[in-house]
């Protein structure tokens, strides 16, 4: 936390004319936090505090003699104003509209001043960023007005929520600043989440996972894949170009190579590991039916069904005579597969690109009803689509900032809300969503830091609400569905890697997850308003230290080595990404092999199975003691940097070793 020096007090003594209030950002009678100045007549069944301050003979405030400010801040909007109800003075910026009681201090603007970038100073906050250079949960510092923000629920009537016993949570770390440095962007041309568009988006996903079933039952005889969807959706956003969050909409290849592996995969049955030999029997007899039966329905070349009807029968002979153990069942059903498996798979190919391309044109169709209907509503309100972003007007580096949101937000929906136990409960239209209490008010902390056009949180319960129903429809609908798209890693190894190698950002990650205030996420409509930096495919930093855990998509894994490899080649300055992915080998994904021979990999190292753990996909809705997780298979750690990085956070055998011993779960150290 950066110290804040405290602002000198004026001679008392100082001419003072009578002048307007000036309006507090909370509510609540101990407020006494500055804000904007105000001519608004304020109401007197509100609770709000009033400050008096010098105006001119227009009415408007007028700031103090500034002789005693620096010159740089007096360049960047800041001047100094007397509060005649407290007594004493403080600081008001004309161009940001931010106020403090204390003198901002001397620091450069992430967000907008890109000078500190080329000096030798560590990142800093923002100048005078009060959400920044304090803690979270606000903490006055000493002989200063306590500032209480107003909370959520009292913005919408709602039974007063508790404020939050921790000022500082064990399971993340908001306090760290970012040393993720970007070149400004243009802000993001989406339309602001509603809860009308994503319930009517959630009831299209559902329909189409409902369609995808059917395809994959009555054109394959067999049951979706399990999780093919959600990463078909995943591999889909790679490659696409349009700008629905969700659905896939310009893709040049209609045929997703992820939906149609995974459909291949189970095709002529679906096969799993048996746990006995008289699984292993049955699983046998049934592949070689099928497949005997799809190369008579399907045709094929003809030496391809001669191939298939002769291994075939072979199969049946040998069962019939032997009476084998459990591995000769399942080395005899790996020989079958082999010489079966191609022919089928040609058979069943049009088929099966049928499906895929069935499912995207149906994508194209939902995505364009839904964008439509969104417009719509936003028309409503005079709110028209911007086609082309307002580009930056100098290409200056800046530390990496959140997505900003160019379409205005209109009046948003009330979201009730209420508490049960350890859970809040947000409800919209009899939609009921849950969330630990930890992390609604984790969510409340983002928001407070990264949300631009929200300063009362009047909107705050209703973005809450459609951010969980956008995840909740990624997951998906049955038990457990989804789950791997949101494995985090455990605390103690966030913990080890900001200490050790100076990381502050998260590649994947969401607002429910994520460890750190700076992270990539899949949606920046919906997460931006609390911090996200944007899908990690669109980010560019040229400089920092990251931390990548991708989900378990091969197609997105591929792209994320290919996007880092490019950053790496371009910087000349220090930047680093530690990746961790799952040590397939059976056989070895492209992305594992990508990874150990690239040029910038400095180090890998291999977290045993059973050995260290994930934190649960869906932390912000189970409960404590099913928080973490051992991982059942290997993960790969490979440290890509560049020279400049490799300097500065080098895996030397030391720090490796720390990393190692976070890892382990707690109960084995």
Avoid at 351 to 365: D, H, Q, R
Avoid at 656 to 668: D, F, H
């Amino acid at each position: 936390m950066a110290d804040v020096q405290q602002a000198p007090m004026i001679d008392k003594t100082l001419p003072d004319k009578s002048g307007d209030g000036i309006q507090s950002s909370g509510t609540n009678g101990n407020s006494k936090s500055p804000s904007t100045p105000d001519q608004t007549v304020p109401d007197p069944n509100k609770k709000v505090l009033q400050h008096q301050t010098s105006v001119g003979s227009m009415g408007s405030p007028e700031p103090l003699p500034s002789d005693d400010l620096p010159e740089e801040l007096l360049q960047i909007g800041w001047r100094k104003y007397w509060s005649k109800r407290e007594n004493m003075p403080y600081y008001f910026n004309k161009i940001t509209n931010e106020s403090l009681w204390e003198m901002p201090q001397l620091l450069h603007d992430p967000t907008t001043d890109p000078l500190g970038i080329g000096s030798d100073q560590a990142p800093h906050p923002h100048v005078g960023d009060k959400r920044l250079s304090r803690p979270s949960i606000d903490i006055p510092p000493t002989g200063l007005p306590q500032h209480k923000r107003r909370h959520s629920g009292e913005v919408l009537g709602s039974p007063t929520a508790k404020r939050p016993a921790f000022a500082y949570s064990p399971f993340w770390n908001f306090e760290m600043p970012t040393n993720a440095v970007i070149f400004e962007r243009a802000p993001c041309v989406l339309p602001p989440p509603h809860p009308e568009i994503e319930l009517m988006r959630a009831q299209m996903v559902h329909k189409l996972r409902q369609h995808y079933q059917e395809l994959c039952h009555s054109r394959e005889g067999i049951d979706a894949p399990t999780e093919s969807f959600n990463r078909w959706l995943l591999e889909r956003k790679v490659v696409d170009m349009g700008h629905d969050p969700l659905f896939p909409t310009v893709c040049h290849n209609e045929v997703s190579q992820s939906m149609y592996r995974e459909i291949m995969n189970d095709i002529p049955v679906k096969l799993v590991k048996p746990k006995y030999s008289g699984d292993a029997r049955k699983q046998l007899l049934r592949y070689a039916e099928a497949a005997k039966k799809m190369i008579d329905s399907r045709g094929g070349t003809p030496e391809g069904r001669k191939v298939v009807k002769w291994n075939v029968e072979e199969t049946f002979t040998w069962l019939r005579k032997q009476n084998a153990v459990y591995e000769d069942y399942l080395e005899r059903l790996a020989h079958l597969k082999r010489q079966c498996q191609p022919h089928v798979t040609e058979a069943a190919k049009t088929s099966v690109e049928g499906i895929c391309t069935k499912m995207y044109n149906m994508a194209c169709e939902m995505a364009k009803k839904i964008s439509d209907k969104h417009w719509e509503l936003l028309r409503e309100f005079n709110i028209n689509e911007i086609q082309q972003p307002p580009e930056p007007i100098h290409r200056r580096k800046v530390f990496c900032y959140p997505v900003h949101m160019v379409v205005p937000s209109p009046r948003l929906q009330i979201v009730e809300m209420s508490q049960e136990n350890e859970q809040h409960l947000l409800k919209y239209r009899g939609e009921t969503l849950k969330i630990n209490s930890s992390h609604f008010y984790k969510l409340e902390q983002l928001y407070k830091i990264s949300c631009r056009d929200d300063p009362r949180f009047d909107h705050y319960l209703t973005r809450v609400w459609s951010l969980l129903r956008r995840y909740h429809t990624l997951f998906g609908t049955q038990p457990n569905e989804g789950l791997s798209l949101q494995g985090a890693l455990p605390l103690s190894v966030f913990e080890c890697l900001h200490r050790v190698f100076g990381v502050t950002f998260e590649c994947f990650a969401s607002p429910l997850n994520c460890y750190f205030r700076q992270y990539c996420s899949a949606f920046p409509d919906t997460d931006s308003y609390f911090g996200s930096r944007g899908p990690i495919l669109k980010f560019y930093p040229i400089s920092g230290s990251f931390e990548a855990n991708p989900p378990f998509c091969e197609e997105l894994m591929e792209s994320m080595v290919d996007h880092f490899e490019g950053l790496l080649t371009e910087s000349k300055e220090p930047l680093s990404f530690i990746v961790f992915i799952p040590e397939w080998r059976d056989p070895p994904t492209e992305a594992l092999m990508r990874l150990e021979s690239s040029p910038f990999k400095r180090k890998q190292v291999i977290l045993p199975p059973y050995e260290h753990e994930y934190r649960h996909g869906f932390q912000h809705i189970c409960s404590k003691d099913d928080m973490n997780f051992k991982a059942v298979h290997g993960t790969l750690v490979v440290f890509l940097q560049n020279d400049a990085g490799f300097q500065r956070w080098g895996p030397t055998t030391e720090r490796v070793k720390e990393l190692l011993i976070s890892a382990k779960p707690r109960e084995s150290l």
